[in-house]
C-alpha cells in the first residue's frame, strides 16, 4: 500500500472493502457515521450535514473529497475553525504532552525520545524501552488512554503533522498508540503474540469527534498504523481478517459524539412538535430537551452514545466487552 498522509479511501476500498466498511459503522445508531459538517453541501444530495457517509460517496469519483486539515485550501481551514472551532495541535505540541503523561506513568523523564524546545523537534531513543520496579510492558500497553474531541487524532497516532502535512517516519512517531505499538513490537517475536498485544492495545485507545469527515481521517490513520507497525516488524501485511477485526475495535473506541452531551450530535429534540394517538384522540406536545436548556451535561433527550469496556463483563449474560453508556462514565 502507498504510504504517505493523505490516505486513499479508493486503495483502501480496493484492498480492505470490509474494513472501509466497518470504519464508517456507528454502533449507537446502528447506522453510518454522518458528516455533521456542511464543508461538502455544494455536491448535493447525500453529503449535507445529516447525511450518512457511505461507501460510494468517498470512493470512486469521489476517492479524494475527504482530506487531512493540511491539504485543504486555506479558505476551508478557516471556514471550519470559524464554525466549528476546528484548530489542530502541532505535532511538537503533541509529543510534549505525550511525554508529560509517561513521565508520570515511568517516572521519569524522556523515555521515548527527546525534544528540542528551540526547533520544535525531536529526535527518538533508538535502544528498547525499559520499564520501572513494579511495572511490565504488558501494563503499559494495557494502559487506558483517550484524546477528546480528537479531530484526526494526533495525540493518539502521528504518521503526518496534522498543521503541516508533513510525513512522520515509523521510528519517529510520537502518539499514544505508536508508543504502544512500538513497545509491543520491541517485546514479542511471533505474529500471534504481536497480534494479540495489538488488539490489547487498540481496546485500550479511545477517542471521539464530532464531524464525520475527522473521525474518519482518525479512524482510517489508526487502521493503517497497525498495517505499517506490523510490516515494519514481519516484512509483510496482517492477513484481512486481522485487519478487520483491528478496523471492528476502532470503530467502538473512537465513536461519533458532541462532547459537551455525550450524545450523537444535534440529536436532542428542542421544539419539536410530537404527535400521540390513543383512545382519546390526537394529542401534539412540543418537546425540548432538559439538558440543553440547563446547559448541563446529563438530562439531555437525545442519543446518547454507546462504547465497549472491553474487560468488563455483563452481569446478565457474564459475557465480556459490556456495551456501556459513555455519559455513565462521567457521572462515576
Given at each position: 500500500?502507498?504510504?504517505?498522509?493523505?490516505?486513499s479511501?479508493?486503495?483502501?476500498?480496493?484492498?480492505?472493502?470490509?474494513?472501509?466498511?466497518?470504519?464508517?459503522?456507528d454502533?449507537?445508531?446502528?447506522?453510518?457515521?454522518?458528516?455533521?459538517?456542511?464543508s461538502?453541501?455544494?455536491?448535493?444530495d447525500?453529503?449535507?450535514?445529516?447525511?450518512?457517509?457511505t461507501?460510494?460517496?468517498?470512493?470512486?469519483?469521489?476517492?479524494?473529497?475527504?482530506?487531512?486539515?493540511?491539504?485543504?485550501?486555506?479558505?476551508?481551514?478557516?471556514?471550519?475553525?470559524?464554525d466549528?472551532?476546528?484548530?489542530?495541535?502541532?505535532?511538537?505540541?503533541?509529543n510534549?504532552q505525550?511525554?508529560?503523561?509517561?513521565?508520570?506513568?515511568?517516572?521519569?523523564?524522556?523515555?521515548?525520545?527527546?525534544?528540542?524546545?528551540?526547533?520544535?523537534?525531536?529526535?527518538?531513543?533508538n535502544?528498547?524501552?525499559?520499564?520501572?520496579?513494579?511495572?511490565?510492558?504488558?501494563?503499559?500497553?494495557?494502559?487506558?488512554?483517550?484524546?477528546?474531541?480528537?479531530?484526526e487524532?494526533?495525540?493518539?497516532?502521528?504518521r503526518?503533522?496534522?498543521?503541516?502535512g508533513?510525513?512522520?517516519?515509523?521510528?519517529?512517531?510520537?502518539?499514544?498508540?505508536?508508543?504502544?505499538?512500538?513497545?509491543?513490537?520491541?517485546?514479542?517475536?511471533?505474529?500471534?503474540?504481536?497480534?494479540?498485544?495489538?488488539?490489547?492495545?487498540?481496546?485500550?485507545?479511545?477517542?471521539?469527534?464530532?464531524?464525520?469527515d475527522?473521525?474518519?481521517?482518525?479512524?482510517?490513520?489508526?487502521?493503517?498504523?497497525?498495517i505499517?507497525y506490523?510490516?515494519?516488524?514481519?516484512g509483510k501485511?496482517?492477513?484481512?481478517?486481522?485487519?478487520?477485526?483491528?478496523?471492528?475495535?476502532?470503530?467502538?473506541?473512537?465513536?461519533?459524539m458532541?462532547?459537551?452531551?455525550?450524545?450523537?450530535?444535534?440529536?436532542?429534540?428542542?421544539?419539536?412538535?410530537?404527535?400521540?394517538?390513543?383512545?382519546?384522540?390526537?394529542?401534539e406536545?412540543?418537546?425540548?430537551?432538559?439538558?440543553?436548556?440547563?446547559?448541563?451535561?446529563?438530562?439531555?433527550?437525545g442519543?446518547?452514545?454507546?462504547?465497549?469496556?472491553?474487560?468488563?463483563?455483563?452481569?446478565?449474560?457474564?459475557?465480556?466487552?459490556?456495551?456501556?453508556?459513555?455519559?455513565?462514565?462521567?457521572?462515576?
Open positions: 500500500m502507498n504510504y504517505n498522509a493523505d490516505i479511501e479508493n486503495e483502501i476500498f480496493q484492498r480492505y472493502p470490509e474494513a472501509l466498511e466497518k470504519l464508517l459503522e454502533h449507537t445508531t446502528h447506522k453510518n457515521i454522518f458528516w455533521a459538517t456542511d461538502y453541501a455544494d455536491k448535493g447525500g453529503f449535507q450535514y445529516h447525511d450518512a457517509i461507501i460510494d460517496r468517498i470512493t470512486g469519483e469521489n476517492g479524494m473529497l475527504i482530506r487531512p486539515r493540511a491539504l485543504k485550501t486555506k479558505e476551508e481551514q478557516i471556514g471550519r475553525t470559524k466549528m472551532a476546528e484548530v489542530f495541535t502541532p505535532s511538537w505540541v503533541c510534549a505525550n511525554n508529560l503523561v509517561d513521565e508520570a506513568w515511568f517516572g521519569q523523564k524522556n523515555i521515548f525520545n527527546i525534544e528540542d524546545p528551540s526547533t520544535k523537534t525531536w529526535k527518538s531513543k535502544s528498547p524501552i525499559q520499564f520501572p520496579e513494579g511495572k511490565t510492558w504488558k501494563n503499559y500497553v494495557r494502559a487506558t488512554r483517550m484524546e477528546i474531541t480528537c479531530g487524532a494526533p495525540y493518539i497516532v502521528s503526518y503533522d496534522t498543521t503541516t508533513e510525513f512522520i517516519p515509523l521510528q519517529e512517531r510520537i502518539g499514544m498508540l505508536d508508543r504502544k505499538l512500538r513497545v509491543i513490537s520491541e517485546n514479542t517475536e511471533t505474529t500471534s503474540e504481536w497480534l494479540e498485544m495489538a488488539q490489547e492495545a487498540y481496546k485500550n485507545i479511545y477517542a471521539f469527534e464530532w464531524q464525520g475527522n473521525l474518519l481521517l482518525a479512524r482510517e490513520a489508526m487502521l493503517i498504523s497497525f505499517e506490523y510490516h515494519a516488524k514481519f501485511e496482517p492477513l484481512q481478517k486481522s485487519i478487520l477485526y483491528i478496523a471492528y475495535i476502532i470503530s467502538w473506541n473512537v465513536w461519533q458532541d462532547g459537551l452531551k455525550g450524545v450523537i450530535p444535534d440529536s436532542c429534540k428542542n421544539g419539536v412538535k410530537i404527535v400521540t394517538h390513543d383512545l382519546f384522540g390526537d394529542m406536545e412540543t418537546v425540548y430537551c432538559d439538558g440543553c436548556k440547563k446547559e448541563t451535561f446529563i438530562g439531555h433527550n442519543i446518547y452514545c454507546i462504547i465497549r469496556d472491553w474487560g468488563l463483563k455483563d452481569p446478565k449474560t457474564g459475557e465480556n466487552n459490556r456495551k456501556i453508556r459513555f455519559i455513565d462514565l462521567i457521572k462515576k
